[in-house]
């Protein structure tokens, strides 16, 4: 019974979404040089030895580059999987599990890779 | 989930062929039309009829043949139409694929041998051509489309600039067909939150015009993931837009403008 304004309004504008409108336009930013510098370490790296690739990796520049691309990339992707989510699942309970498991595989993934980058280069 | 299958009672199923033309009719002359046809109260499916029309003795535009076709063979056939000449906006429907005003597309224009017309989509349906725009025209109302100053009001008139009037160039000329709106994806999935390129451009109407006072409250109430952030920068509005209006790029307008103030 309730009117079509009372229905639009629903229950505010929520006042937020511009911060991950922009952190998503800046990790797109950071992605494209470090994905870049990915590809052209292990182009660079085809073929080469297992303690080669341990001991460029444990290089200081590119030890970071590799945590900054890490977390670049999650953050993008837990930004855009939660997007895909709101758009197409509607059942509250289904949205609800999935934006969590969304955030915790980017956080897993996110974590694991840092302490794999982090063993390496601290020459564990 | 989203919904991409039509439920059942609003599965299509095979009209009739009203007046198909003689076998040895020219058929330069006789132009196929498949309209899209529902009567709520009759409880069967939508379908979707068959009708040639007379070139000979029609005029050029589709809304020319669906008036031919109401007069001359089917008088049952429902759609909205006044201005005929694309200022109104209610002639809006789905044409040949595409969403646009019958009264402005060329019968010509058309790529199927048969020309198809549908509702727009993804609305609740009146009857036949005719869509429900009751939500649409509430989350028109909810951008409060109207000047909202709090100093007093000048004896004359408000002033405005030329280049600050040049500002709504682009804006103005929306007709709110919704053409737009609803070609949208995210529209189609989230309308009920989301408020789609039509009103947004609007909003960004009131936000972009120089005498409006309210600008800060304005995108107060836009601020959300759903209300603006829905859009996804598809672009199927402006490529949709009768009139030739850029939502997108007004969309965008009022993201750059919440950034700004961040
Ligand atoms: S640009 Fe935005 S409003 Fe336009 S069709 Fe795409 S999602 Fe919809
Ligand atoms: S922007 Fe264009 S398509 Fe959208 S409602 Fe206005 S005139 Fe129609
Ligand atoms: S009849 Fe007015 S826009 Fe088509």
Same mark, same amino acid.
């Given at each position: 019974m309730a009117t079509p304004l009372k229905r639009v309004r629903g229950l505010g504008a929520a006042r937020h979404g511009t911060e991950t409108f922009w952190r998503q336009r800046l990790t797109a930013v950071a992605n494209v040089p470090l994905v870049i510098f990915l590809i052209w370490f292990v182009v660079s790296h085809a073929g080469a030895s297992y303690e080669v690739v341990k001991a460029s990796l444990a290089n200081p520049v590119v030890s970071v580059l590799m945590l900054a691309m890490i977390w670049s990339a999650a953050i993008h992707m837990r930004i855009g999987l939660r997007e895909i989510i709101e758009d197409y699942l509607h059942n509250k309970l289904c949205k609800v599990s999935s934006l969590m498991l969304a955030t915790f595989f980017s956080a897993g993934l996110a974590i694991a890779s840092t302490l794999a980058v982090l063993k390496i280069s601290l020459g564990g | 989930m989203v919904q991409f299958t039509l439920p059942k009672n609003s599965k299509i199923k095979k009209g009739k062929e009203w007046n198909p033309p003689a076998v040895d009719a020219d058929p330069d002359r006789w132009r196929e039309y498949r309209v899209y046809r529902y009567d709520p109260e009759g409880g069967e499916n939508p379908r979707v009829d068959t009708y040639w029309v007379d070139m000979n003795d029609c005029g050029p535009m589709v809304l020319d043949a669906l008036i031919w076709i109401k007069n001359? =063979?089917?008088?049952?056939l429902t759609f909205r139409r006044s +201005?005929? $000449? *694309?200022? +109104? *906006?209610? +002639?809006?429907m789905n044409i040949d694929g595409t969403n646009t005003l019958a009264c402005t597309m060329h019968a010509e224009e058309a790529q199927g041998a048969a020309i198809a017309i549908y509702p727009l989509p993804h609305m609740p349906v009146v009857k036949d051509l005719v869509p429900d725009m009751t939500q649409f025209y509430a989350q028109h109302r909810e951008i409060e489309p109207w000047l909202k100053t709090d100093s007093p009001t000048p004896q004359k008139e408000w002033r405005q600039s030329h280049e600050d009037r040049e500002k709504l160039d682009g804006l103005y $000329?929306? =007709?709110? +067909?919704a053409c737009c709106s609803t070609a949208c994806p995210s529209y189609w999935w989230n309308g009920d939150r989301y408020l789609g390129p039509a009103v947004l451009l609007q909003a960004n109407r009131w936000v972009e015009d120089s005498r409006d006072e309210r600008t800060g409250e304005r995108l107060d109430d836009l601020e959300d993931p759903f209300r603006l952030y829905r859009c996804h920068t598809i672009l199927n509005c402006t490529k949709a837009c009768p009139k030739g209006l850029n939502p997108a790029a007004a969309i965008a307008n009022l993201k750059r403008k919440m950034v700004e103030r961040l």
């Open positions: - | 001359k =063979i089917d008088p049952t +201005c005929r $000449e *694309g200022v +109104c *906006g209610s +002639c809006s $000329e929306c =007709i709110l +067909c």
